[in-house]
Nanobody, 126 residues
């Protein structure tokens, strides 16, 4: 089992930055591929970003590419999502997730993730 706890959400103005953190505990964190997803009210959960166990591979949704950066620190069992130039459409609950599979096209599919955090709210006002 892996437990994931997100933090760092909040309410900000458009154009501001936030950094989300996800603390992992339980099984060996460094073997897990990690992802960030988000879900806005009335919408389906959508892929935001993913990072391989080594950090050598990353993927981003087109809507956040160039503004968001995913990173991880395996020595601290942490994964981060740096969000810059926030827009009102970024408003959502953000979830951290983990999967045990090797890097591949499935990283964007929320159904492929085995473990989820409880989510943290990000609200961006224009």
């Amino acid at each position: 089992q892996v437990q994931l706890v997100e933090s760092g959400g909040g309410s900000v103005q458009a154009g501001a930055s936030l950094r989300l953190s996800c603390a992992a505990s339980g099984r060996t964190f460094r073997t897990f591929l990690m992802g960030w997803f988000r879900q806005a009210p009335g919408k389906e959960r959508e892929f935001v970003a993913a990072i391989s166990w080594s950090g050598g591979s990353t993927a981003y949704a087109d809507s956040v590419k160039g503004r968001f950066t995913i990173s991880r620190d395996n020595s601290k069992n942490m994964v981060y999502l740096q969000m810059n130039s926030l827009k009102s459409e970024d408003t959502a609950v953000y979830y951290c997730a983990a999967q045990e599979r090797s890097w591949g096209p499935q990283v964007v599919d929320n159904y492929e993730y085995d473990y989820w955090g409880q989510g943290t709210q990000v609200t961006v006002s224009s």
